[in-house]
């Protein structure tokens, strides 16, 4: 059994890395309250804090004092952290830590609900060795998931319907995705909230549930399993029959026009979109060059298509919602499951309005 001093040290731990300071910079932040050698034994749990230094160290860390106290429930294995360049290794450990907690804040929301959720990997028996096994595993899934032959309405509701956690959190452009297992069997994925399109966010919602459901070939280098996952993701939201039943089977230029018609239909880059295209040999590679080099001119694709579609998971905030309104939980116990303050907690969930009862 884990001893109270054995949690206080993995929570201490936890709040420090999660804030992304050294120990140094912690007892900087605590004005020399206890000196390092003491935030080194606490977190070895070699030594217990006294009731004020706890309280100092809640208040340095922006925790509640019960946080040290609380054992930990969630371990996180088989992680994909992707990444588009360099975040550092304390930003990235930072946000293993906050989304650990995230992780820690959602079960513990089940839990309180007690709602059940089941996963199955309907993939498990397929091996990719090829982008044609991952169209070929794409495909398999669509049928097994009842998607359907006219693409995918709501990624974000169709990976959490199927029994995977799906949690944003707010991270620099740097950050791209992740996905690993909680506890050894409860999938998660995270993605960046604020910043990509819908589009991006769709497209690296299945990237990341190829990694999650994929069984790979022996030898398949890093960089391979990530082209991989990009083609299943691809042919996800738009299958190569459909999309030759769009563009027709050889074209010789596309337009503006059907790019931002597709997009929107569909729900993928026109970026996306064309490289599809030139695998599929729908383009040759001359076509796809000039097309991108008009798609470059906006990273966001602003000058492509409508840009209306607007897509979150959802899951969470339903549950939360539901248990504030049947007086389950307080405001303050929602704001700790979510990593919010009270304040941003109110802004984004709460609804003042009551409506008319008989």
């Known amino acids: 059994m884990t001893s109270m001093k054995e949690i206080f040290a993995q929570r201490l ?45 809640a208040r340095a860390l922006n925790v509640k004092v019960e946080y040290f106290f609380k054992p930990i429930s969630v371990a996180v294995t088989q992680v994909r952290f992707r990444k588009k360049a360099d975040l550092g290794k304390r930003k990235e450990v930072s946000l293993q830590y906050e989304i650990t907690s995230l992780i820690e804040g959602y079960l513990e929301l089940e839990r309180l609900l007690n709602e ?3 996963f199955s990997n309907p993939l498990r028996e397929f091996t990719v060795n090829t982008p044609e096994d991952a169209e070929a595993a794409a495909f398999t899934l669509s049928r097994m998931w009842h998607i359907g032959y006219e693409g995918i309405g709501n990624v974000m509701n169709l990976i959490e319907d ?26 998660v994925i ?17 990237h990341e ?22 083609r299943f993701a691809a042919a996800m939201l738009l299958p190569h029959e459909l999309l030759i039943r769009e563009l027709g089977r050889y074209r010789t230029s596309i337009s503006v026009r059907e790019l931002g018609i597709l997009k929107d239909k569909y729900g993928i ?30 990273r966001m694709e602003m000058h ?38 009270l304040d941003d907690l109110v802004k984004l969930y709460e609804y003042h309005d009551k409506p008319p009862y008989s």
């Open 304 to 341: 492509i298509g409508a840009n209306l579609r607007v897509e979150n998971p959802t899951r969470f905030q339903l549950l939360l919602l539901r248990a504030m309104e049947e007086e389950l939980i307080s405001r303050t116990k929602a704001a700790d499951l979510a990593g919010l303050s």
């Open 269 to 298: 880059s026109a970026r996306a979109i064309i490289l599809n295209a030139l695998q599929h040999n729908i383009i040759s590679n001359f076509t796809y060059i000039n097309l991108l080099k008009f798609i470059n001119a906006d």
């Open 116 to 118: 059940s959720r089941t």
């Open 190 to 206: 995270v993605l960046r909230g604020k910043g990509p399109t819908t589009e991006r966010k769709r497209f690296s919602a299945l």
């Open 162 to 187: 199927n029994g995977i956690l799906v949690i944003e959190i707010e991270a620099d452009d740097k950050f791209d995705g992740y996905s690993g297992f909680a506890n050894e069997d409860i999938p």
């Open 13 to 57: 731990l936890s709040a420090r890395k999660q804030a992304g300071l050294s120990q140094d910079e912690l007892v900087a932040r605590i004005n020399g309250f206890v000196k390092k050698t003491s935030i080194a034994k606490y977190e070895r749990a070699e030594m217990m804090a006294d009731n004020e230094v706890i309280e100092e160290l």
């Open 209 to 230: 549930l190829a990694h999650l459901l994929l069984v790979f070939g022996e030898g398949i280098s890093d960089n391979d399993k990530e082209n991989l996952c990009n």
